[in-house]
């Protein structure tokens, strides 16, 4: 069965860090860019950041560009976004994606919610 | 940067047809892909590439693209259709998402 499963999320300060995961199974991980993609509180999706498969380039959003990093480890069918100086904007649910280069996003986990307040 | 312009509502009787659509630059130069989520649920995709559908995704569900709109076409509309609906497409190497349009079945 093809999955994905985010982790990591929780309340945090702003200005505060987090880092979240995402266990990729039922397929050639490597073989799939991968993304995060967010979704704050009764909003639309928002695409934050983009992988390619051997993990060689990495694109963001203007909006997290600077303060969000995506990373993978392809040993470990994994991917992961260290998120710094967090703002009470980034509050969102945060679910991981993978897809073809310029192709459509299938599959998406379930998401891993984000809520930064003070 | 590239934008994509959905309405923020569509509203389709039982059994009809509803038609969403996505604005945007030359779009139909792009491949666009259309998502539904229901609440609570990860989105899933109905239609890749313009016009084809993933296994599992009834007929009911077509897609076209052309000049500077594209469009999601649901016939004979179901209760079980009630959804939000994001279209998306490749700008660069950047990805974006329409703001989404929430479909009424009256």
């Known amino acids: 069965e093809v999955q994905l499963v985010e982790s990591g999320g929780g309340v945090v300060q702003p200005g505060g860090s987090l880092r979240l995961s995402c266990a990729a199974s039922?397929?050639?991980?490597?073989?799939?860019?991968m993304h995060w993609v967010r979704q704050a509180p009764g909003k639309g999706l928002e695409w934050v950041s983009l992988?390619?498969?051997?993990?060689?380039?990495?694109y963001y959003a203007d909006s997290v560009k600077g303060r969000f990093t995506i990373s993978r480890d392809n040993s470990k069918n994994s991917l992961y976004l260290q998120m710094n100086s967090l703002r009470t904007e980034d509050t969102a649910l945060y679910y991981c994606?993978?897809?073809?280069?310029?192709?459509?996003?299938?599959?998406w986990g379930q998401g891993t919610l984000v809520t930064v307040s003070s | 940067s590239y934008e994509l312009t959905q309405p923020l509502s569509v509203s389709v009787a039982l059994g009809q047809t509803a038609r969403i659509t996505c604005g945007g630059n030359?779009?139909?130069?792009?491949?666009v892909h259309w998502y539904q989520q229901k609440p609570g649920q990860a989105p899933v995709l109905v239609i890749y590439?313009?016009?084809n559908r993933p296994s599992g995704i009834p007929e009911r569900f077509s897609g076209s693209n052309s000049g500077n709109t594209a469009t999601l076409t649901i016939s004979r509309a179901q209760a079980g259709d009630e959804a939000d609906y994001y279209c998306?497409?490749?700008?660069?190497?950047?990805?974006?998402f329409g703001g989404g349009t929430k479909l009424t079945v009256l």
């Open positions: 998306q497409v490749w700008d660069s190497t950047f990805v974006v």
């Open positions: 030359n779009i139909g130069s792009k491949n």
């Open positions: 992988i390619s498969g051997d993990g060689g380039s990495t």
């Open positions: 039922g397929f050639t991980f490597d073989d799939y860019a």
């Open positions: 590439r313009d016009s």
């Open positions: 994606a993978g897809s073809g280069w310029y192709e459509w996003f299938d599959p």
